[in-house]
């Protein structure tokens, strides 16, 4: 069974930094791109950031480009964000997720809330 | 960035009715790279139809997708119970890979 579990969310103040970090199983994790997508309180699905298959490119949604780093470990099957200069606008719930075929999610977490507030 | 406008963006439907969501692109976008995801009140989205047509794993056959170029459309051919969630539209096409806003489908 395939399971993405993320950790590391929590309130946090603008400015300050928070890793998350999403465990993969179930799947031959190196086989799959991943990526993080987020979602705002009441509000709709939004791309984060993308990652290949051994994390030689990285994609980024303009809004976090020089904020946010995607990476990964393949021998720990794991998924990682750090976000940096943290702002209000960033708080959501963060969904790990596998990326397949043509740029489709297939397996999503069950998310991870990250509060950016003084 | 591709803009993908969704409509409706509310259904109230009928159990065993039809209903029809409607997805179109800002620009063309191969069929391939269109996708559909269904997310339940309180739970993360799952994966339904991927690149226009093609149903996910365990998907019932109930659920369909069709369309090319700008315009594309996501139909539940009998609506059930369990089938009330917000469902979003999402392309591959182009980095960044951008979402519908969401139809809501409720009961009546």
């Known amino acids: 069974e395939v399971q993405l579990v993320e950790s590391g969310g929590g309130l946090v103040q603008p400015g300050r930094s928070l890793k998350l970090s999403c465990a993969a199983s179930g799947f031959t994790f190196s086989d799959y791109y991943m990526a993080w997508v987020r979602q705002a309180p009441t509000k709709g699905l939004e791309w984060v950031a993308s990652?290949?298959?051994?994390?030689?490119?990285?994609y980024y949604r303009d809004s976090v480009k020089g904020r946010f780093t995607i990476s990964r470990d393949n021998a720990k099957s794991s998924l990682y964000l750090q976000m940096d200069s943290l702002r209000s606008e960033d708080t959501a719930t963060y969904y790990c997720?596998?990326?397949?075929?043509?740029?489709?999610?297939?397996?999503w977490g069950q998310g991870v809330m990250v509060t950016v507030s003084s | 960035a591709i803009v993908l406008n969704q409509s409706p963006s509310s259904i109230i439907a009928s159990q065993g009715e039809k209903v029809t969501i409607t997805c179109r692109a800002s620009s063309s976008i191969s069929s391939n790279y269109l996708h559909w995801y269904q997310q339940k009140p309180g739970a993360f989205p799952k994966l339904v139809i991927y690149s226009t047509s093609y149903r996910a794993s365990g998907v019932p056959s109930r659920f369909s997708g069709s369309g090319s170029g700008t315009s594309y459309s996501f139909t539940i051919s009998r609506v059930e119970a369990e089938d009330v969630a917000t469902y979003y539209c999402q392309q591959g096409s182009s980095n960044p890979y951008t979402f519908g806003a969401g139809t809501k489908l409720e009961l009546k």
């Open positions: 997720t596998s990326e397949d075929g043509p740029y489709y999610f297939d397996y």
């Open positions: 990652i290949s298959y051994d994390g030689g490119s990285t």
